[in-house]
């Protein structure tokens, strides 16, 4: 039996394309068998997986839900966080290749100082250690340091215990090439786009970021979504 790689995107209700952008680019590029699902603060409540106050200050709605994915997954395989604002361009399926299965979990690992100090629509940027290093997440269900990520952990630890990944031994977090978690005006430009395009700082669906790199990709794809959208409302329209 084929494996289908599980895939959960953050959600949060300002940035609701975002996600459906972010999706509808993993999906066309994907070859291998995959689901992609929303994290969405408000349905971990209802089902009593989260639980931790609502947190005004918190950049994004699931900036701590993403930590939910392997007890989601509910698998031994490997399963794969990523925020909303993410443009991909190659098959997700190659980043689950010649995984290392004695590391727990693989991330991209930034070494950077943010050049902005607003991100997004106004929101403060923090400066942390291992900052993005949550934003895109594999994680090896098989694992007994993921396998503690239980509910109870990720509502009561602290936000640095589990951003900075003090839930697992330094040698046990693999790192993945840099143009999976490519940080759009963080880095230099490479000569292709990345395989994933991270819009941290603010994508071109706010307002006062039309202007950033790879906008131009970011805005295809929602046109690609959009005429899918309308060809699946017309279908459905026809069957009434």
Known sequence: ???????????????????????????????????????KQNV??????????????????????????????????WSMFVDCDFLFTRDIGDIFKNLDHTKAVYVVQH?????????MDGKAQSIYPRKNWSSLMLFNGSNPFVQR????????????????FEWV????????????????????????????IHFTNGGPWFPNWQDVAYADLWREEEALYLQAEQRRSQLMALRL
């Not at 971990?44 to 639980?51: D, H, I, M, V």
């Open 44 to 77: 971990l409540r209802e089902l009593g997986l989260y639980t931790r106050p609502y947190d005004v200050t918190a950049s994004t709605e699931f900036s701590l839900t993403r930590f939910l994915t392997p007890h989601l997954a509910s698998s031994e395989g």
């Open 169 to 196: 031994p330094d040698e046990l977090i693999g790192a993945l090439d840099l143009e999976w978690n490519f940080l759009e005006g963080e880095y230099m430009l490479p000569a292709e786009p990345p395989a994933g």
């Open 1 to 39: 039996m084929t494996h289908q790689n599980r895939i959960y995107v953050g959600y949060d209700q300002r940035e609701d394309i975002a996600w459906q952008v972010c999706r509808h680019s993993l999906m066309r590029h994907t070859n291998a068998p995959v689901s992609i699902d929303p994290l």
């Open 111 to 119: 070494d950077y100082v943010p050049t902005n100090a607003i991100k």
């Open 149 to 164: 990520l239980t509910p109870d952990v990720v509502n009561r630890a602290t936000p640095s215990f589990l951003h900075r």
